[in-house]
């Protein structure tokens, strides 16, 4: 069975820092890109970060640029996000995504990730982040 598991999400104060974690069963993410995306209340889900196969290529949306790092070991089959200097308006449930993509041009950053509309193959079922004092 074909799984990707977010985790490491939960309650953190503003400036705080968090560390996502999702993890693939079933398929090896070599020759996948991964995407970050959240869902805040009311809004709709925004893809924030995407690193290529290899980690060759990484991208972010502005919101987050500078604050939050992706990367990936694929010996271990896991992509993580580093999410520092968190404030209320990151609060949302995270996924992660796989798409079927080796090589870089997944995530070049040709079309800005804010307005891009790409597939992607594979959900998780989401951490939730809260910010909040």
Excluded: H
């Amino acid at each position: 069975q074909l799984q990707l598991v977010e985790s490491g999400g939960g309650l953190v104060q503003p400036g705080g820092s968090l560390r996502l974690s999702c993890l693939a069963s079933g398929f090896t993410l070599d020759y996948n890109a991964i995407g970050w995306f959240r869902q805040a209340p009311g809004k709709e889900r925004e893809e924030v970060s995407c690193i290529s196969s290899s980690g060759g290529n990484t991208l972010y949306a502005n919101s987050v640029k500078g604050r939050f790092t992706i990367s990936r070991d694929n010996a271990k089959n896991m992509v993580y996000l580093q999410m520092n200097s968190l404030k209320p308006e990151d609060t949302g449930v995270y996924y992660c995504a796989a798409a079927w993509a080796l090589g870089t041009n997944y995530c070049s950053g040709d079309v800005p990730i804010e307005t891009r509309k790409v597939p992607y193959d594979y959900w998780g079922q989401g951490t939730q982040v809260t910010v909040s004092s």
